[in-house]
């Protein structure tokens, strides 16, 4: 099943296989029951409309955004690359505690629709395609949606303790273009690409797949939840296999599409 979120007569609606869901759906009730019961609850709250009007992100106020870091060879050796301090991402990537940060607050984040930012006290910038987990309050991964965790290296680069700042920042997380609910192992083996356009001609693609990634999914969602409770769910982004060569900055005007799987999160850059 594929859920949706529509902005319809002046209200944000959630949808299923297009079909418009009741009013009173939320996304955090439905993250706040086992997965077993999804398509029992899913299928009783279709109205039988269909969805129309504008695509927003995904998420709802009172679910948070978290990120994985340095979760494939590739997000290392870049950050490696970039540092003045490159030691610390080697020892993370093989560490037992993963790195985990706080991406964005729901509200924040832009959707499929929506223009994405590189802050302008920033000199080399990066979109980052992951495999963005849907989780519910039992732990339980119950699908995804592709993300997109734009970032400024330069800021990282110039030290790790910058990382909120490279990180966090308006218009700097993109989720989409909906949920594809299941379980964790459909999500196993996922072909994830980045496409970047620059007036039209690209310039620059790469492709992954999630097998690629060092730590498994589960792995990363037992540490978030280790000792914080998420009542209505959380999203976590796995990290990125794909970095754009040093010489390559997101410049405004850009347009960036991320894949994950059959999903496909297309932003351009304001
Ligand atoms: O270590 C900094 C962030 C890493 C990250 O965002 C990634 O690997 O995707
Ligand atoms: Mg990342």
Redesign the pocket.
């Known amino acids: 099943m594929y859920l949706t979120r529509h902005w319809m007569n002046d209200r944000p609606r959630w949808a299923v296989d297009g079909v418009v869901l009741v009013p009173s759906f939320a996304l955090g009730m439905l993250l706040e029951m086992p997965y077993t019961r999804y398509d029992e609850v899913l299928s009783a709250m279709t109205t039988g409309e269909a969805a129309t009007g504008r695509l927003l992100a995904p998420i709802e106020a009172s679910q948070e955004v978290w990120?994985?870091?340095?979760?494939?060879l590739r997000?290392r050796d870049a950050?490696q690359a970039e540092s003045e301090t490159g030691d610390i991402?080697a020892q993370?990537y093989l560490a037992e505690r993963p790195?985990l940060?706080m991406k964005a607050v729901g509200w924040r984040v832009r959707g499929p629709q929506d223009t994405i930012r590189v802050r302008p006290d920033s000199t080399w910038d990066v979109p980052?395609p992951?495999l963005t987990l849907v989780i519910n309050c039992h732990q339980e991964i119950v699908g995804y949606a592709a993300g997109n965790?734009v970032?400024s290296r330069s800021i990282?680069g110039a030290n790790?303790l910058y990382?909120p700042q490279a990180?966090v920042y308006e218009g700097s997380c993109a989720l989409g273009p909906g949920i594809r609910l299941g379980p964790a192992d459909d999500m196993r083996g996922l072909p994830i690409s980045l496409e970047i356009r620059r007036e039209g001609v690209v310039v620059f693609s790469g492709e992954t797949r999630t097998s690629q990634m060092k730590r498994s999914l589960e792995e990363l969602v037992s540490y978030l939840f280790r000792e914080l409770p998420f009542p209505t769910g959380a999203f976590l982004?796995t990290?990125?296999g794909i970095v754009p060569g040093d010489d390559f900055t997101l410049t405004p005007g850009d347009v960036v599409r991320v894949g994950v799987g059959e999903l496909e999160l297309e932003n351009a850059v304001a």
């Open positions: 990120a994985s870091g340095v979760t494939y997000s950050r991402y993370v790195e940060f980052e992951e965790d970032s990282e790790p990382l990180k982004m990290g990125t």
